[in-house]
């Protein structure tokens, strides 16, 4: 669960939109791979982070079970069976960067904002601040990221969470997960393309 203030004031780099609008996959999925690395040989690695414990901060755990059996490249942590949380947060980064050569890493966690942004989803440059939404201090995370605003911040976080309605956060894990699976499939795709072009410059030199 991570706090910003100002959330989804105009920025060139974040992208933001309703789960529940009709283009929001779309959208999402294209915000995505806009932020992807231009070198394609990066492991492309998903942080979900989160707990099942709380009904707000599960968006994360959420996506990375219902992306865990539908990617084939895109590598993930954090799922409602192994969570990704406060205690095992930087030993999960650490792994991370030991198992994979300059992995590009997408962080994807819930966040508290104001009334009007609840329901919105954003993908953005940079990385998040996990457990800043209840001053809990952990690592950065991600190259890139995308957030949930599942409710609304200000006064007693921890309630808050507890009281967020799951009906909502699985609507917005939904939406994440189809678009990082529309934008690995775009991701293979480009690559594949450029495999092709490469091995007809390589037939034509021969």
């Not at 755990?61 to 539908?70: D, E, I, M, R």
């Not at 895109?74 to 991370?96: C, M, Q, R, S, W």
Request: net charge neutral; charged share 20%.
């Amino acid at each position: 669960m991570n706090l910003k203030s100002g959330i989804f004031q105009a920025d060139k780099e974040q992208n933001r939109i309703h789960y529940e609008s009709h283009d929001a996959v779309q959208h999402l999925s294209s915000s995505i791979n806009q932020h992807l690395p231009r070198l394609l040989v990066r492991p492309i690695v998903i942080v979900c982070i989160g707990t099942d414990r709380s009904t707000g901060d599960c968006l994360g755990p959420l996506v990375g079970t219902n992306l865990k059996s539908q990617l084939s490249h895109f590598h993930i942590y954090g799922t409602l069976e192994e969570p990704v949380h406060a205690v095992n947060l930087e030993e999960t980064l650490t792994l991370i960067q030991e198992r994979y050569r300059y992995p590009f890493i997408i962080a994807v966690d819930a966040c508290l904002g104001r009334m009007k942004s609840v329901g919105y989803l954003q993908v953005g440059h940079g990385p998040i601040k996990p457990g800043a939404g209840v001053n809990k201090v952990l690592p950065d995370v991600g190259d890139i990221h995308i957030t949930g605003v599942v409710n609304v911040s200000g006064f007693m976080e921890f309630f808050v969470l507890q009281n967020t309605r799951l009906h909502l956060v699985m609507g917005m894990a939904n939406s994440i997960s189809q678009a990082i699976i529309e934008a690995e499939q775009t991701y293979l795709e480009k690559r594949r393309t450029l495999k092709e072009k490469w091995l007809i410059r390589v037939d034509a030199l021969n």
